[in-house]
């Protein structure tokens, strides 16, 4: 065990965490120039595209150091984007050290805070390296600073590198292997494995990646997940090597992979442990929460004949990703979809074009709400993100909205327009703390519902890109609930019903009407576009009639006759109103419903 070091690596998005991932697979051997490809880590699409880790992922490396002995140096590669919070914890949960990875050119970013923060509540070991040295725009005097100042690290013992070239990367080797701790735990005791990540293999079943913490297992063990209750039959264990490599035995400081035949990645909860069905341990690990969904949108396919279709592809796909949660709902104007819950709107964008890109579907998404918590007079509570469930107000004791803990980092003079931002959007008690001479962080609570729409966009161009964004969700809080519904010729469209705040609903109301009245076609009578709260009606558009001039064919004669056909003509629009129904073509909630309606 002495000779084994599990560490991952920990950085503010886009600062070279997978980059160097794969200058560490080369430098060690692990892949050769010629098998080596970009972004090794990043097995996914997407992931390549975009430049982001979504899947956390581990890869074991042999390393001969400098004193001659053999190290294993098992590396744990997190995602990087705050909708993945919890897994990056769960991966630092199985390590006992991390490279706290800063860009030389940019410098400690909110995230780079953040993930210091997991680490040192894990009581991890942190090397704090800066890359892209190669860069000509560089300035490692700035970045030594914050990080003495803002990480309150040693910039004596900061390491120097660039993923890129390889520059300074085997002295990051040395480094792991001469400051991160060994593991600990006692191979002979009962097993405790720590699930810090799995996916789903259409032939295999799930495989699970785990760190042994007590004990070992090998194959043909039957073990227990402690959350879910699942036991299964151990088929293989191993280790990563890029791809699985199977070993004998698994035992405790190693990580590794188990596979075992269970149908779903559902089954087997990331932060769950894994024990020996028949010797099991006392108490599972700490830590372990069930990953919620915070962002709820409805999804329908375009063409409603692909409903099965899509159906099948929301199955498999949450077959390999747990946090997405889902129900059939039908509308009257969009048909049948389902109301899904994601982690963030990153995990819900991902989801969406996972689907139309792996199942060759065409989607539409409503705009994205949150869940509510709603206490009735009878003392019962219901938490609820779909309007169509909200219950009747008279009923209502009280509303709760979800709040999150954000912090910025921006330069000084950004300050006032951001505070700004943050009391348009209902924030509370701001508070701002200079992290540098130039640099202050701005920590503020702020409703969730406020946050998902576009509040980083308006962030970022307010700052010029130079604000940083990360945030933690915080409970529930006192909140003004109501349900806007919109009418059309005094029906309500079920579609476009939505829960807010109560300051926010005239606003939303208008821009929906304005935008419906130009959207439905004109019939032969007026039509009424109405927001309303209740029996109270808030905003209101009128869709004109397209009228037939009666009065062509009188040429002079008596006003009375005119007079006379103008108000038979009114009569039959009035009786047509009555009974006429205005059916609403789906561009018309397309244009409505889309992200960026403002």
């Known amino acids: ?121 894990l009581n991890l070991e942190v090397l704090p390296v800066i890359n892209k040295i190669d860069l000509p725009n560089i300035d490692v005097d700035r970045v030594l600073l914050q990080v003495d100042e803002e990480l309150a690290l040693d910039p004596n013992k900061t390491l120097q590198c660039s993923a890129k070239t390889r520059a300074g990367v085997p002295d990051i080797l040395e480094a792991i292997v001469r400051d991160v701790p060994p593991p600990t735990g006692d191979p002979d005791a009962p097993l405790q494995a720590l699930i810090f990540d799995s996916h789903y293999d259409a032939y295999r079943g799930t495989i699970m990646y785990v760190r042994i913490k007590q004990g070992s297992l090998r194959a043909g063990d039957f073990i227990r997940v402690m959350s879910t209750g699942k036991v299964a039959r151990v088929e293989e264990v191993g280790r990563f090597r890029l791809k699985l490599v199977p070993r004998q035995t698994l035992s405790a400081g190693e990580v590794g992979y188990i596979i075992s035949g269970i149908k779903s990645v559902g089954d087997t909860p990331i932060g769950d442990t894994v024990t020996l069905d028949t010797e099991p341990t006392d108490a599972p690990l700490p830590g372990f929460v069930q990953a919620m969904p915070v962002v709820f949108s409805s999804v329908y ?182 349900k806007l519904e919109i009418k059309v010729n005094g029906e309500p469209v079920d579609a476009l019903a939505m829960l807010l705040h109560q300051d926010r609903a005239q606003g939303r109301a208008r821009g929906i009407c304005r935008k419906l009245k130009d959207e439905l076609p004109r019939h032969q009578f007026k039509i009424a576009v109405q927001g309303a709260i209740g029996g109270k009606i808030i905003a209101r558009e009128t869709v004109s009639a397209v009228r037939k001039d009666v009065t062509a064919k009188c040429y002079g004669g008596d006003i009375s006759r005119k007079r006379k056909l103008l108000e038979k003509q009114k009569e039959g629009k009035k009786r047509m109103k009555t009974f006429g129904e205005v059916a609403i073509p789906q561009k018309a909630f397309f244009a409505v419903l889309k992200r960026n309606d403002d």
């Open 301 to 482: 396919p375009v063409n409603t004949d692909d409903f099965e279709e899509f159906a099948l592809a929301l199955s498999k796909l949450s077959l390999n990703d747990a946090s997405l949660h889902y129900q059939r709902e039908a509308s009257n104007a969009l048909g049948s979809g389902f109301r899904c819950g994601f982690l963030g709107l990153l995990h819900a964008e991902i989801t969406q074009e996972r689907l139309e890109r792996e199942y060759n579907l065409s989607l539409f998404v409503t705009a994205p709400s949150v869940q509510y918590r709603v206490t009735m007079k009878d003392g019962s509570v219901q938490l609820i993100d779909n309007p169509s469930h909200y219950p009747d107000p008279a009923q209502i004791q009280g509303s709760e909205e979800p709040y999150i803990r954000a912090s910025m980092i921006m330069p000084g003079e950004y300050l006032g327009n951001v505070i700004k931002l943050c009391m348009e959007r209902r924030g509370t008690i701001p508070q701002h703390s200079y992290v540098s001479e130039k640099r202050v962080e701005l920590r503020v609570d702020l409703p969730l519902a406020e946050v998902i729409y576009d509040f980083y966009d308006y962030l970022k161009s307010l700052t010029r890109g130079y604000g940083s964004f990360e945030y933690e969700l915080i409970g529930f809080r006192p909140s003004r609930l109501v």
């Open 1 to 121: 065990m002495k000779h084994i070091r599990n560490f991952s690596i920990i950085a503010h998005i886009d600062h070279g965490k997978t980059s160097l991932s794969d200058a560490l697979l080369r430098v060690t051997g692990t892949v050769t120039d010629r098998e080596a490809t970009t972004l090794m880590l990043d097995s996914m699409d997407l992931e390549k595209e975009r430049g982001i880790t979504i899947k956390s992922s581990a890869v074991s490396m042999d390393y001969k150091a400098q004193d001659g002995q053999d190290y294993l140096l098992n590396l744990i590669d997190t995602p990087g984007h705050v909708d993945f919070s919890y897994e990056v914890s769960r991966a630092l949960a199985g390590c006992e050290g991390a490279l706290l990875v800063v860009d030389a050119t940019q410098g400690v970013q909110a995230q780079t805070l953040a993930n210091l923060y997991k680490a040192m509540e």
